[in-house]
């Protein structure tokens, strides 16, 4: 099991920036493939972006985010980032960094179901 704490979350105007980080803790984390999803009011939880483990050399983002946001990892920090530009209201969420462990230097999930280790969010409110 491995500990993820979200930061970086708050108000932003529209076409702002935020960088949403994510710490680990309690196992290697080069090991995880990583991944944040997003919860908003009265919605159901959607997947934004993953990215492999290991050397994170693949990348995946959903429709609504792809070319303003971007997903990263520094495993010698044991830290995975967002960053988010050209920030819209309907980018307003609660959002999760989540973790799976894997051998498998490919293996990338863009479904929350494999994950196994869940952060407890860091709120994104985007003002129009």
């Known amino acids: 099991q491995v500990q993820l704490v979200e930061s970086g979350g708050g108000l932003v105007q529209a076409g702002g920036s935020l960088r949403l980080s994510c710490a680990a803790s309690?196992?290697?984390?080069?090991?995880?493939?990583m991944g944040w999803f997003r919860q908003a009011p009265g919605k159901e939880r959607e997947f934004v972006s993953a990215?492999?483990?290991?050397?994170?050399?693949?990348?995946i983002y959903a429709d609504s985010v792809k070319g303003r946001f971007t997903i990263s990892r520094d495993n010698t920090k044991d830290t995975v980032y967002l960053q988010m530009n050209s920030l819209k209201p309907e980018d307003t969420a609660l959002y999760y960094c989540?973790?799976?462990?894997?051998?498998?230097?490919?293996?990338?999930?863009?479904?929350?179901?494999?994950?196994?280790?869940w952060g407890q969010g860091t709120q994104v409110t985007g003002a129009s």
């Open positions: 309690g196992r290697t984390f080069s090991r995880y493939a």
């Open positions: 989540a973790a799976k462990q894997t051998y498998s230097m490919s293996g990338i999930y863009s479904s929350a179901v494999p994950y196994d280790d």
């Open positions: 990215i492999s483990s290991y050397s994170g050399t693949s990348t």
